[in-house]
Every structure is written in structure tokens, then in C-alpha cells.
T-cell receptor, first 115, second 111 residues
Framework: GAVVSQHPSWVICKSGTSVKIECRSLDFQATTMFWYRQFPKQSLMLMATSNEGSKATYEQGVEKDKFLINHASLTLSTLTVTSAHPEDSSFYIC???????????FGDGTRLSIL | LAKTTQPISMDSYEGQEVNITCSHNNIATNDYITWYQQFPSQGPRFIIQGYKTKVTNEVASLFIPADRKSSTLSLPRVSLSDTAVYYCLVDLQTGANNLFFGTGTRLTVIP
């Protein structure tokens, strides 16, 4: 079946560093991908919708200059957390729209820890 | 997006059938009901989706009454590996929509 891959799965870095997370659809083309954030023991919260070839749509309260999203191809969307701080530490998950109308496919997430 | 209400947690012994009910009073005509399973440090995995009556696949059944204001996910004979958080979502079937995740139900299977 369709697979969505995220990389890296885990990253630890110093405060002030920028971190890039990749989300790839491995066997289908995804014109739309979604980025979620999940804090411990909480539910997934949508951060933004990534559209291939156009600007991302951000949810209320999510800083677009802080969380840069690029969807340059039909199989890759990237989320860059710029100048990360400890409060940005979280579990980031992407999902991709299935062109065949099936339920969304999720990546396995990236755990980001900012020291 | 229609919001959902689920029990926060449930416990079950191995081998038992588990039924998790979800309320979605404001479900729209074109909305489908989808259930996802999430293990710690992993992304959600699709379990089952339905519109009305009953849907069954190799891992679960989904029961939806005629008014569609609720649904019940049924897991037959759970095992320890079924310990996870289960999310009920309602949205358009096409998948081209952002999904609203409620609190989910944390199922703990006990030996």
C-alpha cells in the first residue's frame, strides 16, 4: 500500500539551530500534504497544509516564519523549524492526500528535542 | 469539521472484544467516519472507514446507526499489541482535507 516516509525520525540539537524535516510519498504523488504537531499525551494538532507549487496554508497561531514549509515536488514536502527553542520540542507528523480518494497516509513522525 | 467525543481511556483483558463508541452529533451528509490507531512515537495508522450500517475488514468492524450521530469501533479478541490510542474522525472521504483529531481513546490491554 501507499507509504509516507519521514526523515529524520529523531533529532536533537542546540537552541537556535534550524532543523529540516522531510516528508516523502514513496509510491504515489501527493499534491497536498499536511503537517501536525503532537505534544506528549496529547492529540495531533494541524499546523499547516502544504500544497505542491504554492504557498502553504497555516493554522491560526502557527508562525509561518518560524515553520517554513516547502512543497517543491509531488513527492516531497519539507518543514523547517527555524531558530528552534526548547518549546519547539515535539513530535512532528506529516500526512499525504491519496489521489485515489483513500484515507490519508501518515508518516511515522519526527521527534525533535531542542536543548 | 465535525467534532467527535470519545472515552478518554479503556482497559480490557486479552482475548476480549472491545467496543469503543464515538459521538459525532454534527456529522454532515457527506462526511465519512474514519478510525485511526496510534502507537507511541509513531504516526496514526488507518483502521477502518464507513458511511452507514456496518463495515468489516480483517482487523475491525465499524457499526454506524441510521442517524449516524455515533459509531462504534469493534476490535475482536484484543491482544497486548492492540494497546494504543484510537482516534475517531469524521470528514469527507476524499482525503483532501485536513483532519481534526479529538482526544482519542487510550486502550490498555491487560494480560
Amino acid at each position: 500500500g501507499a507509504v509516507v516516509s519521514q526523515h529524520p525520525s529523531w533529532v536533537i540539537c542546540k537552541s537556535g539551530t534550524s532543523v529540516k524535516i522531510e516528508c516523502r510519498s514513496l509510491d504515489f504523488q501527493a499534491t497536498t500534504m499536511f503537517w501536525y504537531r503532537q505534544f506528549p499525551k496529547q492529540s495531533l494538532m494541524l499546523m499547516a497544509t502544504s500544497n505542491e507549487g504554492s504557498k502553504a496554508t497555516y493554522e491560526q497561531g502557527v508562525e509561518k516564519d518560524k515553520f517554513l514549509i516547502n512543497h517543491a515536488s509531488l513527492t516531497l514536502s519539507t518543514l523547517t523549524v527555524t531558530s528552534a527553542h526548547p518549546e519547539d520540542s515535539s513530535f512532528y507528523i506529516c500526512s499525504a492526500e491519496d489521489p485515489m480518494g483513500q484515507p490519508q497516509h501518515f508518516g511515522d513522525g519526527t521527534r525533535l528535542s531542542i536543548l | 469539521l465535525a467534532k467527535t467525543t470519545q472515552p478518554i481511556s479503556m482497559d480490557s483483558y486479552e482475548g476480549q472484544e472491545v467496543n469503543i463508541t464515538c459521538s459525532h452529533n454534527n456529522i454532515a451528509t457527506n462526511d465519512y467516519i474514519t478510525w485511526y490507531q496510534q502507537f507511541p512515537s509513531q504516526g496514526p495508522r488507518f483502521i477502518i472507514q464507513g458511511y452507514k450500517t456496518k463495515v468489516t475488514n480483517e482487523v475491525a468492524s465499524l457499526f454506524i446507526p441510521a442517524d449516524r450521530k455515533s459509531s462504534t469501533l469493534s476490535l475482536p479478541r484484543v491482544s497486548l499489541s492492540d494497546t494504543a490510542v484510537y482516534y475517531c474522525l469524521v470528514d469527507l472521504q476524499t482525503g483532501a482535507n485536513n483532519l481534526f483529531f479529538g482526544t482519542g481513546t487510550r486502550l490498555t490491554v491487560i494480560p
